[in-house]
């Protein structure tokens, strides 16, 4: 953490109630360092990892710009376009976003793939302050002028790398070109490829550049074992691994509260003992849940990862993925509550068909593959007829990026 106040920043009064409000103290590195030239109209281009609030960097500075110089956006305009490569990420940021903008009259829209295109283009019909998307999604509507860019201010670019790995650049390219010449842009990305470096140029006018230096990923004494399978089979193969009495205490992570919400109604129909932990529910029925889960009520937490930030439980024999976690970094602090105190641990990962650039971007973290359940060799390794599943390895992934981005 930085020793300059989020205060001595420069932020508007209402945005530090509201961060006193969400228990925000003190800002990180790439905050204290993005936030005062962002707010002083500056381009920016800022390298930093996964988990060092982002987010926060360019969402304050935007949300005073727009305060500042407040207006009515005509229908189907927006007056601010941050980008995320994934679902999750782009719900994370419009969360944030509301937060932080609790009080005010600034209106938040999430355009992206996987819910309902129709309430998406009726929220915009009104125009909206910000929209936060995915580029799919974005392009998609900029095609039918359902959403429109030419009153665009500021545009956000974020994890530019999984943009890249994720095979946006065609939707990038086209949403940039749409945009207007005279506008505030940031660009944030994990790390720095000579890709992103050339997207930047074409993006960013006279950019500062931050770069915060990654944290070193510690070694940890998990066994670490990943099963090719299908979306639809995740909770048959979770609940055969759940009858070896071994897996004595688990947490099943997965990406969505909802999900979570459907594995542990499976788990608790089939008779395990299990309790769910999520943003939706109440603090006191999170409470409740965890309790159920330390004192051994419960054999199974399943939780996401937000809501399981900050669990203290020890005796964690197992970690199991049933949805590989949006960010590469959160891989490793889910993995890394079975190995407590010293003590060893497993952590199992499920990975379906669109879920290979995700297993990618964990391996390229951790600086190793993962070994494929049962024994066999990584699957970079692996030839085509010998795929352990009807799934192809993730390093087959580019063939099929065309269809993943879509999905997004």
């Given at each position: 953490?930085?020793?300059?106040?989020?205060?001595?920043?420069g932020?508007?009064?209402?945005?530090?109630?509201?961060l006193?409000?969400?228990?925000f103290h003190?800002?990180?590195?790439?905050?204290?360092?993005?936030i005062?030239?962002?707010?002083?109209?500056?381009?920016?281009?800022?390298?930093?990892?996964?988990?060092?609030?982002?987010?926060?960097?360019?969402?304050?500075p935007?949300?005073?710009?727009l305060?500042?110089?407040p207006s009515?956006?005509?229908?189907?305009?927006?007056?601010?376009?941050?980008?995320?490569?994934?679902?999750?990420?782009?719900?994370?940021?419009?969360?944030?976003?509301?937060?932080l903008a609790?009080?005010?009259?600034?209106?938040?829209?999430?355009?992206?793939?996987?819910?309902s295109?129709?309430?998406q283009?009726?929220?915009?019909?009104?125009?909206?302050?910000?929209?936060?998307?995915?580029?799919?999604?974005?392009?998609?509507?900029?095609?039918?002028?359902?959403?429109?860019?030419?009153?665009?201010?500021?545009?956000?670019?974020?994890?530019?790398?999984?943009?890249?790995?994720?095979?946006?650049?065609?939707?990038?390219?086209?949403?940039?070109?749409?945009?207007?010449?005279?506008?505030?842009?940031?660009?944030?990305?994990?790390?720095?490829?000579?890709?992103?470096?050339?997207?930047?140029?074409?993006?960013?006018?006279?950019?500062?550049?931050i770069?915060?230096?990654r944290?070193v990923?510690?070694?940890?004494p998990?066994?670490?074992?990943?099963?090719?399978?299908a979306?639809?089979?995740k909770?048959v193969l979770?609940?055969?691994?759940?009858?070896?009495?071994?897996?004595?205490?688990?947490?099943?992570?997965?990406?969505?509260?909802?999900?979570?919400?459907r594995?542990a109604?499976?788990?608790d129909?089939?008779?395990?003992?299990?309790?769910?932990?999520?943003?939706?529910?109440?603090?006191?029925?999170?409470?409740?849940?965890?309790e159920?889960?330390?004192?051994?009520?419960?054999?199974?937490?399943v939780?996401?990862?937000?809501?399981?930030?900050?669990?203290?439980?020890?005796?964690i024999?197992?970690?199991?993925?049933?949805?590989?976690p949006?960010?590469?970094e959160?891989?490793?602090?889910?993995?890394?509550?079975?190995?407590?105190?010293?003590?060893?641990g497993?952590?199992?990962?499920?990975?379906?068909?669109d879920?290979?650039?995700?297993?990618?971007?964990?391996e390229?973290?951790?600086?190793?593959?993962?070994?494929?359940?049962?024994?066999?060799p990584?699957?970079?390794q692996?030839?085509r007829?010998?795929?352990?599943?009807p799934?192809?390895p993730?390093?087959?992934?580019?063939?099929?990026?065309?269809?993943?981005?879509r999905?997004a």
């Amino acid at each position: 953490m930085s020793s300059t106040s989020f205060a001595e920043l420069g932020l508007a009064e209402p945005l530090l109630r509201a961060l006193e409000s969400a228990s925000f103290h003190l800002p990180t590195p790439i905050q204290a360092s993005a936030i005062p030239p962002l707010l002083a109209g500056r381009d920016l281009l800022g390298i930093a990892q996964t988990g060092t609030g982002k987010t926060a960097a360019f969402a304050l500075p935007l949300l005073q710009h727009l305060a500042a110089r407040p207006s009515a956006p005509h229908r189907y305009a927006t007056r601010a376009l941050v980008l995320a490569p994934t679902r999750e990420l782009a719900l994370q940021i419009e969360e944030h976003l509301l937060r932080l903008a609790a009080g005010s009259k600034c209106r938040v829209t999430a355009i992206l793939g996987g819910l309902s295109r129709a309430m998406q283009v009726a929220r915009m019909r009104a125009g909206t302050d910000i929209v936060v998307g995915t580029p799919g999604r974005v392009s998609d509507l900029i095609a039918t002028d359902e959403l429109k860019l030419n009153e665009v201010a500021y545009f956000v670019l974020d994890e530019a790398d999984r943009m890249l790995d994720l095979g946006f650049i065609r939707d990038i390219r086209r949403i940039a070109a749409a945009l207007p010449p005279a506008r505030q842009s940031a660009l944030f990305s994990a790390t720095m490829p000579a890709e992103v470096g050339r997207l930047a140029e074409t993006l960013l006018r006279d950019p500062v550049r931050i770069d915060i230096p990654r944290a070193v990923q510690p070694r940890l004494p998990i066994a670490q074992h990943v099963h090719f399978i299908a979306s639809a089979e995740k909770r048959v193969l979770l609940g055969r691994l759940l009858a070896d009495p071994a897996l004595s205490r688990v947490i099943v992570f997965t990406r969505t509260k909802r999900g979570a919400d459907r594995v542990a109604e499976s788990l608790d129909r089939s008779g395990v003992g299990v309790s769910a932990l999520h943003g939706n529910k109440s603090q006191p029925a999170r409470q409740k849940a965890l309790e159920r889960f330390r004192n051994g009520h419960a054999r199974v937490l399943v939780a996401t990862d937000i809501a399981a930030r900050g669990i203290d439980v020890t005796g964690i024999s197992h970690v199991i993925n049933f949805d590989l976690p949006a960010q590469a970094e959160d891989y490793v602090h889910r993995i890394g509550r079975t190995a407590r105190a010293g003590a060893s641990g497993v952590a199992i990962s499920f990975c379906d068909r669109d879920e290979h650039g995700a297993l990618r971007a964990i391996e390229r973290l951790t600086g190793a593959p993962i070994a494929i359940a049962g024994g066999s060799p990584p699957a970079a390794q692996l030839p085509r007829q010998q795929t352990p599943s009807p799934t192809p390895p993730p390093r087959a992934h580019r063939r099929r990026r065309a269809t993943h981005r879509r999905a997004a």
